[in-house]
């Protein structure tokens, strides 16, 4: 982690905005529920790279949880082998790290849970709360009902107990084959709550996990897993996205329908030191982005059909894609405060991320000169081996980021847009035998315009006022200021120019059929033969920059060289998306 990184994150500290979920822990804590102890968790299944609406359930949960003294727990509910991996467990921690928090003790897994909930199963099966079913996915969807009809019982719903206990026994032995069985609870299949039509807590799959390997051929679904992982770990406040409000009947049916003393038990064996209490769930609305999809399947089937070059391109709204596109941890922290933690569901604009993004890299990236795409200026005042060195400041406004040394030669770099042989009225930029001062330097006239045999612009003859280095000229105002780098020590680098990857505002809309019928052309848009000056390498560096009037931008920390550096735009210096 760069120092700019850490002095990020440490930006973000301040009071913590209200909301009913923080009013709500404050009211517990007064009366002392739970013992006064506030214990969180963020339970996230490793089938993929967390993403922006992940980043809002960790700021509420590993915020809320430090705020009271209390704990939150990183657990994996990892209970779907064949879309989970150690990739997607790595990245995910790697990125809560990145985002300044710590999780409670060891990383927790419902995988290492398995035998207890295994056990749980057998509870239910003894109480005739669970059955085992015979019925296909297809047939079972049939049977389930819709949301205006009820559905139908299962013709193996009034399995005898010994016979039920038979199959689960020879399901987790693997003595069938997947599909064949199902253990599902039997609760009511006219409830108006889908979830609570005797849905499954174990289907058979023979597929090895990535923490348990072929120990298990069967294994628990995520509604039953989710809420006992709770109950074992003593969790005191179980936050939730409003999508898990209808789930939250099952969860309380599930713990209800358990031995309190086996679940204590349960809790005993994994270790956890506090006084028991059943989980209480709570639940608040998701962080949904317009012109962003962040629904996994639609994330993963980017990365398959190569959409996007992986999890981690700039363009993804996956925490890695931010990261690798230069977001800061206090960035994205300050923004899901911003945005606030209600039940109410809303899109957030764009725009308020964006905004974040520069607000804190205006206050956190030292400057830089680069050069988009170069003209040739020759100082023709200026000796052939002469180089003055020139003292910049890192910020205009920051004193404590230091200085750096830039050096100015006879052949300098401007970006081609900075002159114009036949300009506008009220630009203030260069034009034949115009002036402009360089940034940090003198103010320079254009003498000559030189140009090639096709008649195109090759390079510019100008020269150099020596008197006003840091000084108004005599007699004649010069309002344009231009940036440039050193022809003969400027460092040749690529840049990466990203924008928004789709141009419709709700590309995960209902009402669109395929999305990426919408990709925006432009969201990536690379450059070559870019001119940087050399303190953006120097040692010490800092990770992100201001280059001067062009964005705000970030060495590429996988395809970059020590020949030839890889910048990635992060942010414009304004929004250039508004009237699109």
């Given at each position: ?137 297809e047939e079972a969807r049939e049977y389930r009902g819709t949301l205006t009809e009820a559905g139908r019982n299962s013709p193996g719903r009034e399995r005898s107990i010994k016979e039920n206990q038979d199959l689960f026994t020879r399901m987790r032995k693997g003595d069938f084959a997947d599909g064949k069985y199902t253990l599902r609870a039997k609760i009511d299949m006219e409830s108006p709550n889908i979830n609570m039509r005797d849905p499954v807590l174990y289907r058979i799959r023979h597929f090895a ?372």
């Amino acid at each position: 982690m760069t120092d700019s990184d850490m002095d990020s994150k440490n930006s973000s500290k301040g009071p913590a905005p209200t909301n009913f979920i923080r009013n709500m822990i404050s009211q517990d804590l007064a009366i002392d529920k739970h013992g006064g102890r506030v214990h969180t968790r963020f339970p996230p299944e490793p089938n993929g790279y967390l993403h922006i609406g992940h980043a809002k359930s960790i700021c509420l949960n590993f915020s809320v949880a430090e705020e009271n003294n209390g704990f939150c727990n990183l657990r994996f509910d990892d209970t779907n082998p064949t879309k989970e991996s150690q990739e997607y467990v790595d990245a995910i921690k790697d990125n809560i790290t990145w985002l300044g928090f710590h999780w409670n003790g060891e990383v927790r897994y419902s995988s290492s849970y398995f035998e207890q909930l295994y056990g749980f199963a057998e509870q239910l099966i003894l109480k005739s709360k669970a059955f085992v079913c015979n019925l296909s996915a297809e047939e079972a969807r049939e049977y389930r009902g819709t949301l205006t009809e009820a559905g139908r019982n299962s013709p193996g719903r009034e399995r005898s107990i010994k016979e039920n206990q038979d199959l689960f026994t020879r399901m987790r032995k693997g003595d069938f084959a997947d599909g064949k069985y199902t253990l599902r609870a039997k609760i009511d299949m006219e409830s108006p709550n889908i979830n609570m039509r005797d849905p499954v807590l174990y289907r058979i799959r023979h597929f090895a996990h990535h923490q348990t390997g072929d120990k298990w051929c069967i294994y628990p679904t995520y509604d039953y897993t989710h809420c006992i992982s709770d109950a074992i770990e003593s969790i005191t406040h179980s936050l939730c996205t409003l999508e898990f409000e209808d789930h939250r009947p099952l969860y309380d049916w599930i713990l209800q329908n358990l031995s309190l003393d086996s679940l204590e038990r349960a809790s005993d064996l994994a270790g956890t030191e506090y006084q028991y209490v059943l989980p209480e769930q709570t639940e608040f609305a998701k962080l949904r982005l317009n012109y962003t999809v962040i629904g996994k399947r639609n994330l993963r089937e980017m990365v398959e059909s190569e959409v996007v070059e992986g999890w981690d391109d700039p363009r993804m709204p996956t925490l890695a894609g931010m990261r690798r596109r230069g977001f800061t941890p206090a960035s994205i922290r300050n923004f899901c405060e911003s945005i606030g933690v209600s039940r109410s569901e809303s899109i957030v604009d764009l725009s308020m991320l964006e905004h974040a993004i520069r607000e804190d890299l205006d206050r956190h990236a030292p400057r830089a000169m680069c050069i988009l795409d170069p003209l040739k200026v020759v100082l023709t005042n200026l000796q052939e081996e002469e180089t003055e060195y020139l003292d910049l400041a890192n910020h205009p406004k920051i004193d404590s980021m230091g200085r750096r040394s830039v050096p100015l030669t006879r052949e300098i770099f401007i970006d081609r847009s900075d002159f114009l042989e036949q300009p506008p009225a009220g630009f203030k930029r260069l034009t034949q035998g115009g002036e402009v001062r360089l940034r940090g330097a003198y103010v320079i006239r254009c003498d000559e315009v030189v140009k090639d045999d096709s008649g195109g612009l090759q390079q510019l003859c100008c020269s150099i006022d020596k008197a006003t280095l840091g000084k108004k000229p005599e007699g004649r105002k010069v309002k344009g200021v231009i940036h440039w780098v050193s022809a003969k020590y400027g460092l040749p680098v690529r840049v990466r120019l990203y924008d928004r990857l789709f141009t419709i505002e709700h590309p995960e809309s209902k009402e669109v059929d395929n999305c990426y019928e919408y990709l925006n052309p432009d969201s990536l848009i690379e450059l070559e033969g870019c001119i940087a000056e050399p303190s953006i390498l120097a040692k010490g560096a800092f990770g992100n920059f201001q280059f001067e009037r062009e964005g705000y931008f970030c060495i590429d920390s996988i395809d970059s060289t020590p020949e030839l550096p890889v910048f990635n735009r992060t942010i414009t210096l304004r929004d250039s998306w508004s009237g699109r």
